[in-house]
């Protein structure tokens, strides 16, 4: 699976220059709002050094990482679920994504305008935050407008349905996001995942702060809260791998924003990476975190998974201490998993399958 980011925020926030510097992708950059309409779409390797070392002892013909697919989605503007700023097609962009990325201006850049005129992170996430809302609000509303009724008339089914839409709309009514909400995951999640809400989406909210700020820790009512300076990562994207490194520990950064962003997101989603190694390719592969193996094997390929056997595995860092594959296995180290094994991050898979 491939994990797609949609970016948002206000105009002139510095999204598509964020967008740009992540994807090294040239968005249409300028100051005045609606420079973005259909959205830029960027493919961005996700950096794993554990893929690179494997790869080396392995003596790899080929080395794939897991991707991640960045959205860059136009500015969102107050009363955009009414089809302000092209709003509606902006607000469908949102809904084709797995997270949604929230970029908050928090640099004071003079010659920049800002469409409220003055500098308010936590204004502006609400007001983006809002617009997700009311256009959530609008859906529950007219999915009860049709439930209701025949509800009444003895179908379990949509009396259920019905529940679960009162309890989102409640929650929407005051303002609060739908994915503040517990919702169990067998009996109401597979309908609450139908409605294709906006606010049931995991939101990562990124701080664009002036370079000189990129280190200090910041207030601010939404979490989790990422600071980058887009800035920096537009002259990290110009630089080599190298230099990049160097600019970063000049800056007394341990990672750039990119890492930042897409480990904050992993973590928020409950992904995890496992890995394939030999001497035609090593590859990383994103699952969810407590997928069992058989299920592992099938987003490799579907045979994989319709005959699973068994899964011979070994954990990355027992793979390093080892080797090699042959003198992991001399050491005992590598195992055999059956079909109720749950992959664990970074662990070196090996199927057999009929």
């Known amino acids: 699976m491939s994990l797609s980011i949609g970016i948002v925020g206000l105009p002139n926030v510095g999204k598509s220059t964020l967008f740009t510097a992540l994807?090294?992708?040239?968005?249409?950059?300028?100051?005045?709002p609606f420079t973005t309409i259909d959205p830029n779409v960027g493919v961005v390797p996700v950096p794993d050094p554990r893929v690179t070392h494997l790869a080396?002892?392995?003596?790899?013909?080929?080395?794939?990482?897991?991707?991640?697919?960045?959205?860059?989605?136009?500015?969102?503007?107050?009363?955009?679920?009414?089809?302000?700023?092209?709003?509606?097609?902006?607000?469908?962009?949102?809904?084709?994504?797995d997270a949604i990325a929230e970029v908050v201006r928090f640099f004071t850049d003079p010659?920049?305008?800002?469409?409220?005129?003055?500098?308010?992170?936590?204004?502006?996430?609400?007001?983006?935050?809002?617009?997700?809302?009311?256009?959530d609000l609008a859906t529950v509303t007219e999915q009860l407008a049709k439930k209701e009724k025949p509800a009444t008339m003895g179908d379990k089914e949509l009396a259920f349905e019905v529940a679960i839409l009162q309890k989102i709309k409640h929650t929407l009514e005051a303002g609060k996001l739908a994915n503040t909400l517990p919702f169990d995951p067998l009996e109401e999640w597979p309908f609450v995942k139908s409605l294709n809400l906006l606010t049931i989406k995991p939101i990562l909210y990124i701080a664009n702060v002036d370079e000189d700020a990129v280190t200090k820790s910041f207030t601010f009512p939404y979490q989790p809260l990422i600071t980058i300076s887009a800035k920096i990562e537009a002259e990290l994207a110009g630089l080599s791998d190298t230099e990049a490194k160097e600019y970063l520990k000049s800056l007394d950064l341990a990672t750039s924003g990119l890492e930042k962003l897409i480990q904050t997101a992993y973590e928020t989603l409950g992904l995890i990476t496992f890995l394939t190694t030999g001497e035609d390719e090593t590859r990383a592969w994103t699952i969810r975190r407590g997928t069992r193996a058989p299920q592992a094997a099938g987003v490799i390929h579907s045979d994989f998974e319709k005959g699973f056997i068994r899964a011979e595995t070994i954990s990355y860092d027992d793979f390093i201490k080892a080797g090699s594959e042959v003198r992991a296995k001399e050491l005992g180290l590598m195992r055999t998993e059956g079909k109720e094994y749950i992959v664990r991050d970074g662990d070196i898979m090996h199927f057999r399958f009929n």
């Not at 305008?113 to 809302?133: C, G, K, M, Q, Y």
Request: hydrophobic fraction near 40%.
């Open 111 to 135: 010659d920049i305008t800002h469409v409220a005129d003055s500098i308010d992170p936590a204004r502006d996430a609400e007001i983006i935050n809002l617009e997700l809302v009311l256009a």
């Open 23 to 32: 994807t090294k992708k040239q968005a249409e950059i300028a100051n005045y």
């Open 56 to 97: 080396q002892l392995s003596h790899s013909q080929k080395t794939i990482y897991t991707t991640v697919n960045f959205v860059d989605i136009a500015g969102l503007v107050k009363d955009a679920h009414k089809g302000e700023g092209l709003g509606n097609k902006f607000l469908s962009h949102i809904r084709e994504v």
